[in-house]
């Protein structure tokens, strides 16, 4: 376990990490119709690695931010060390990076709509996903995470290499392998890091419950809850998850965590997945915010720049794509999740 002044001194740099995230009045500034237009406002902030063409695509923009985000990553181990906090975030990023993979292994996408918005982690680097992402089947995909060594892959494997893999089955297989991950890092760490880990769960609950909603009365949310949230109880999650339709479950599971800041997300949202998950998110982004000031010597500054760099990386995917279709600037700013200090 990580000691008290080991970890204030990983706070104080983890603090000066921070300072070189992209503030949001930057981000703003990038925001345009123009694609190219785009590129050169992010080569001029220099951050941006070298090895974007002069006249880039929108794949070869979203490969400079991935690149950019493993080079704070990068930055962030060199001077941080081994840190529960970047445990839970690899977790949870590979989680959403090896979900959309077998998405797209299973639909059928090509390969650069599969890797858009992943981010890369020191397991699954740049060069990992786009191998995974070249993969014409799921199978594919978990065979090349045996190769890799993955943690997950001996759980995916089995269902993966069925005739026919569903990838809801994929999906939680990766979410019993987050939830591990997440109660072990969490337990070695402070309070406020295990109080970050217990809400992660809590977010995966309500989204499955909202995924479960509505649908065949054949399956058993109760196998499906994960084990070590917080804010939600089982018996409200299995109430949520047999209701008839995704509003409901969300009306039910608002109801189930009254106080909390997920109910305040769900309402905002109006029980919309997508919009859930954003809501989560800057919530998430707050409450960081909040505890690092209150204990500057803990964990919440090194979680709060991990949850930066994941929302810097996230607003410019978003900026870059909506710069290759033409989405007015003013509607690309007001999505934006960066906070303004």
């Not at 077998?102 to 981010?119: D, H, K, P």
């Not at 397991?123 to 070249?134: G, I, M, S, Y």
């Not at 919309?272 to 954003?278: A, L, S």
């Not at 900026?319 to 600037?329: E, T, Y």
């Amino acid at each position: 376990m990580t000691s008290r002044l080991d970890l204030s001194t990983l706070s104080v740099r983890a603090c000066g990490l921070t300072t070189h995230l992209l503030g949001r009045s930057v981000l703003e500034t990038l925001a345009t119709t123009d694609m190219g237009a785009f590129a050169r406002a992010l080569a001029r902030t220099g951050r941006v690695p070298e090895g974007m063409p002069q006249s880039p695509s929108v794949a070869d923009v979203q490969a400079a931010i991935r690149r950019m985000a493993m080079q704070h990553l990068r930055t962030f181990e060199r001077w941080v060390g081994p840190a529960e906090a970047l445990d839970l975030l690899y977790a949870d990023q590979e989680r959403r990076s090896l979900r959309a993979l077998f998405r797209g292994a299973i639909e059928g996408t090509g390969a650069e709509v599969r890797l858009a918005a992943l981010l890369p982690t020191r397991r699954l680097p740049e060069r990992a996903l786009r191998e995974l992402a070249l993969q014409p089947t799921a199978a594919g995909v978990v065979l090349h995470l045996v190769a890799l060594g993955h943690p997950d892959a001996s759980r995916l494997l089995p269902i993966a290499t069925r005739a026919q893999p569903v990838l809801f089955d994929l999906d939680m297989a990766l979410l019993r392998g987050f939830a591990e991950r997440m109660l072990a890092a969490s337990r070695t760490g402070d309070r406020s890091l295990a109080a970050w880990g217990r809400s992660r769960i809590d977010r995966a609950n309500i989204e499955t419950a909202l995924a479960l909603a509505g649908g065949t009365a054949e399956l058993d949310p109760g196998a499906c809850f994960l084990e070590g949230g917080g804010a939600l109880a089982k018996r409200a999650y299995v109430e949520a998850s047999r209701a008839g339709s995704m509003a409901l479950a969300a009306t039910a599971l608002e109801r189930a965590l009254r106080g909390a800041a997920l109910a305040d997300a769900l309402h905002a949202s109006r029980g919309d997945p997508v919009r859930f998950e954003r809501e989560a998110f800057t919530r998430s982004l707050a409450d960081q915010r909040r505890r690092a000031r209150l204990d500057p010597l803990g964990s919440a500054p090194l979680v709060l720049f991990l949850l930066r760099l994941e929302a810097q990386a996230h607003d410019l995917m978003r900026l870059s794509w909506g710069a290759s279709l033409g989405v007015p600037a003013s509607s690309l700013e007001a999505n934006l999740v960066t906070p303004w200090n």
